[in-house]
């Protein structure tokens, strides 16, 4: 069954980004995503706005994926979307879509776990891009999750460490607010972390046992340190960003890293796969290949465009699911939370 072709439709809307793919098996021959500039000028994202927007984006976006894979929607075997976690009204403009344009062709419906996509998307068909085997240790980073994932199997998974409050990718940005940057400001942070020097201010790691993480504290610490600096100099910020920056990346690589070696450590799994929005920072993505040297480890950095929120990744999962006929009916209901 899996060398018959089938196309799956995929649709993706747990945030502020409207998303629609479409996939022959594992291999993907479109992959849209309509951004949303409106939360830029709220310095984050506005859920009622967000719905809106996708409520806006999604027929249109639907038709170009379609239109760009060269398919018709009558050549569609599936339908996947995503079920949760995310923004409630989000998601339901992609399960509401997703459903009647099932019900319409008459096609198996699939809802799928937005966390463990993230993790899949390591399994789509992408050349020059090596497939993890099995077991493999997940780090799922982004703006609203830190996870340590341990995959046994395409759809048994264990978290076996995540954040006590906020996530990685929280931090950045709330790091980037502080410092006066527009949102959304983790890669800007980025940016700017790779002309300055990482140990110019050192911030101290917060103690969290075992493979959990935190960053509140964190953020709190780089908050006084800035107001302290600025109320000697009012310059300092702007006289210093590349060192700031630096120096917030080098700490959160840090306490990563620290984790995922201990994770490691424990499993005896040497196999890492990064996931999620904040994977596509460029120290991250460097620290974990230097690790393959340092300690031996087998690293898996997904291509760039499958790191941030997509539907391609979706799709991934979405064919995995039809494969063993794992399908939904038009009672599922989207969860603003779901575990992985």
Known sequence: MADTPVYILSIESSCDDTAAAVL????????????????EQY?????????????????PVVDVALAKAGITRNQLGAIAFTQG?????SLLVGSSFAKSLALALDIPLVAVNHMQAH??????????????????????????????????????????GETTDDAVGEAYDKSAKILGLPYPGGPLVDKYAQLGNP???????????????????????????????????PNFVQENMNDICASIQYTIINILMDKLKLAVAETGIKKVAIGGGVSAN???????????????????????????????????????????????????????????
């Open 199 to 233: 140990k110019a201010y050192p911030f101290t790691k917060p103690k969290v046992p075992g493979l959990d993480f935190s960053f509140s504290g964190l953020k709190t610490q780089i908050l006084y340190f800035v107001q302290k600096n600025v109320a000697l100099n």
């Open 282 to 340: 460029s120290g991250i993505r460097g620290t974990l290949k230097e690790a393959e040297k340092k300690y031996g480890w087998k690293t898996f950095i997904p291509k760039f465009e499958y790191t941030t929120d997509n539907a391609a990744m979706i799709g991934i999962v979405g064919y995995h699911k039809y494969l063993e006929h794992t399908f939904s009916d038009a009672s599922v209901t989207s969860k603003a939370r779901i575990q992985l």
């Open 119 to 160: 993790i899949l998307a390591h399994f789509i068909d992408e050349e020059g891009f090596d497939k993890p085997q099995f077991p493999f240790l997940a780090l799922t980073i982004s703006g609203g999750h830190t996870q340590i994932v341990k995959v046994s199997s395409f759809f048994d998974m264990e978290v076996i």
């Open 85 to 89: 976690p995310g923004l409630m009204g």
């Open 24 to 39: 022959q098996n594992a291999k993907v021959l479109s992959n849209v995503v309509a951004r949303q500039e409106v939360h």
């Open 43 to 59: 310095g984050g994202v506005v859920p009622e706005l967000a719905s809106r927007a996708h409520q806006q984006n999604i027929v």
